[in-house]
């Protein structure tokens, strides 16, 4: 078992008796299916269903907890504010928060499974709670991250200019299409039935060391997307997954930089390029 703390995690509690109502008619995550020992990926949209905050959610006996990044700590304060109005809910924020994250077999007593990682096929869990003996780093996350085709915003997205499908969360159990409306809900439903989700995350595999975040990926001289996190010859990003297959289709050479690169969909999520053929039939 592996342990890092992170130093850059807030974390909102929310409670109340109308505390689950109103997360339940605002955010992307279905609170009905979320179990005591997880923890689900989730998100606030914009009226025009792209994201506004993201943030991990868990339950903290009758409270909810949102776990986020300490810079979207307040603005998301502020905005649930502005949404509970006279409702029987009680905000509080700890900014910043102590979050362990373990990785291995054995979950550790009193720590959440993280639901992206499992979708992943990997053992994952936080902590609400500093541990001691911390033999892991960031980075290490962060290649578990690339290998499992997790996004998270600022590394890999800006918030209010992706979609939930870019980020996988129509896969992850971060958004539902069942429990009825939320905030952006309309749009996010019909990019689902219209199967009109052309951006999706990929595992980039370099043939030498990739250029930094943000990078162009290319093809024939035109950009389909740009590298997110990085890790030497392996990295995340968001790309055009038809243009991509279009190219690998072709044997058109696909560049991250200057780099020769191969796209790869995570594994996990049952998506495949598009084919000319697809998009005939479409």
């Given at each position: 078992?592996?342990?890092?703390?992170?130093?850059?995690?807030?974390?909102?509690?929310?409670?109340?008796?109308?505390?689950?109502?109103?997360?339940?008619?605002?955010?992307?995550?279905?609170?009905?299916?979320?179990?005591?020992?997880?923890?689900?990926?989730?998100a606030l949209l914009t009226p025009q269903g792209k994201i506004l905050f993201d943030f991990l959610i868990s339950r903290d006996g009758d409270a909810?907890?949102?776990?986020?990044?300490?810079?979207?700590a307040e603005p998301l304060l502020k905005r649930l504010t502005m949404y509970?109005?006279?409702?029987?809910?009680?905000?509080?924020?700890?900014?910043?928060?102590?979050?362990?994250?373990?990785?291995g077999e054995e979950p550790p007593a009193e720590s959440y499974r993280d639901h992206r990682f499992e979708k992943a096929g990997l053992s994952v869990f936080r902590l609400y709670r500093e541990m001691e003996g911390a033999d892991?780093?960031?980075?290490?996350?962060?290649?578990?991250?690339?290998?499992?085709?997790?996004a998270v915003s600022g590394a890999d997205f800006a918030l209010?200019?992706?979609?939930?499908?870019?980020?996988?969360?129509?896969?992850n159990g971060g958004l539902s299409f069942r429990k009825g409306c939320y905030v952006g809900q309309e749009v996010v439903s019909r990019?689902?039935?219209?199967?009109?989700?052309?951006?999706?995350?990929?595992?980039?595999?370099?043939e030498?060391?990739?250029?930094?975040?943000?990078?162009?990926?290319?093809?024939?001289g035109r950009s389909i997307g740009a590298l997110g996190t990085v890790r030497d010859r392996a990295a995340l990003a968001i790309v055009r997954i038809d243009k991509a297959g279009e190219a690998?289709?072709?044997?058109?050479?696909?560049?991250?930089?200057?780099?020769?690169?191969?796209?790869?969909?995570?594994?996990?999520?049952?998506l495949s390029f598009p084919t000319e053929a697809d998009e005939a039939s479409a």
């Open positions: 078992m592996s342990k890092v703390c992170l130093d850059d995690r807030a974390i909102l509690s929310v409670s109340g008796k109308d505390a689950e109502d109103l997360l339940q008619n605002l955010i992307t995550t279905d609170l009905g299916g979320l179990g005591a020992d997880e923890a689900r990926p989730g909810l907890r949102l776990e986020t990044t300490s810079d979207q509970k109005l006279r409702s029987a809910v009680e905000l509080s924020l700890q900014s910043p928060a102590p979050v362990t994250v373990v990785f892991a780093t960031v980075a290490d996350i962060e290649r578990l991250r690339i290998a499992g085709g997790i209010q200019d992706a979609f939930p499908h870019d980020v996988l969360m129509d896969l990019m689902q039935h219209r199967a009109t989700a052309r951006r999706r995350v990929v595992i980039v595999t370099g030498a060391p990739l250029p930094q975040t943000g990078a162009s990926i290319s093809v024939n690998i289709a072709n044997g058109d050479a696909i560049l991250a930089g200057d780099v020769p690169v191969t796209l790869t969909l995570p594994g996990w999520t049952g």
